[in-house]
């Protein structure tokens, strides 16, 4: 039977908390203190403490170092919710809010044990603290991440990243080009969809000199150049058919040749691929070589979107509000209690991006010298993310859509790159690539580049007649 310790100092709540954990089938303990507990019992006996935050004599927060391994749940009042994410950051498993109903109660501690138990299980002391420099988290779905990309960088294996855009996939490539022995050779970053079609063949494999015209003279490609170390393709699904051809005789064959030379050159490249897309969906259409997503596809990791974190999005959050805050010269800042819930209630269609976004916006515009307020934030909690599909953007655009609906004007607070992509998504259906680039007061290759950056692509002719 599961034994649990219930900490808490008011008699009538402890023994309501007690009859309610033993009908539930658990072993229940009680004490009104930490002393008492500490001195009473040995912590590591329970395989759950249940500690409201304010006790006489010490905090509730105290039991977290003094228990180790075992979980810690406080139970704390809607007043002191600055108080109970402070604790959660000194590594308190999870926080209740007072008044709780039974049922509420109930499932909290069995997701606390059931997630306890899982860990053990699975704790693998090979890969127990692998992190992604730059990544943070510590979260279920960020552990499981960090294992398989400390099991697959050692290899040559061939990866692709497959994840929302703004979920850091540049980040884990990063990462696994650092864990592996081609790690003091260069890794060679690409954006597929960041050069013209006509351009992509010559940025990667190279040309001879006359070539085509324009080709001056003979020049190495960006494959060659990670000759011995890592070739990271990012929006590997924007890569045209031709090209597909040739990286897929790299990748078979080991050697590239340049665009007008009859020679090959051997090469040894790892690849990292990435994209946002469904491969095999592409593969259907025909826009993307089957030889090729097979070749590409032995490893695959699935980077996790930000409303899938969990309580790391705080973690997240309260990071870059250091990093602006320094950056900008700014007193040290908090986040209110309602820019808290803002920000875990909110479901961040544009992941950690958008999440960078608002935290550098609140800092820039922020007056108060102690904390950022949640309308500084200026994210809309009424946009709610549609659930997982293949394109996120396409639901961005339906979102933004039914926002316009509700809010016919602009907010004044939206930041330029909102605007652009709100106006874009909102008129590229009567509007030419043209007109659009006038009304924006922009070139045709800047909105170009823009959609690329920010991910909405162009729709074709009468796609939406």
Known sequence: MTKILVVEDEAIIRTALRKLLERNKYQVSEAPSVREATSKFQLND????????????????????????????????YASLRSAVDSMRMGAVDYIAKPFDHDEMVMAVKRVIGKSSAAKRNQSPSTDGSKVTGMIGSSEVMKKLYSRIAKVAPTDATVLVHGETGTGKELVARSLHEQSRRSKELMISVNCAAIPETLIESELFGHEKGAFTGAVSTREGLVAA?????????????????????????????????????????????????????????????????????????????????????????????????RYTQQFNKPLLKLSPEAIQAITTYTWPGNVRELENAMQRAVILCEDEREINHELLSIDLDLVHMGDQDDPYAQTGANLGRSKAAHQDPPEDLSLEDYFQRFVLEHQDTMSETELAKKLGVSRKCLWERRQRFGIPRRKAGASK
Request: aromatic share 4%.
């Open 226 to 322: 990670a000759d011995g170390g890592t070739l990271f393709l990012d929006e590997i699904g924007e890569l045209p058919l031709e090209a597909q051809a040739r990286l897929l005789r790299v990748l078979q064959e080991g050697e590239v040749r340049l665009l007008g030379s009859v020679e090959s050159r051997k090469v040894d490249v790892r690849l990292i691929a990435a994209t946002h897309r469904d491969l095999r969906v592409l593969v259907q259409e025909g826009k993307f070589r089957e030889d090729l997503y097979f070749r590409i596809h032995v490893i695959q990791l699935e980077l996790p979107a930000l409303r899938k974190h969990g309580r790391d999005i705080l973690l997240l959050a309260e990071a870059l509000l250091n």
């Open 46 to 77: 329970f395989e759950l403490i249940i500690s409201d935050l304010r006790l006489p004599g010490a905090p509730g927060t105290d039991l977290i170092k003094l228990a180790g391994d075992v979980p810690v749940l406080i139970m704390t009042s």
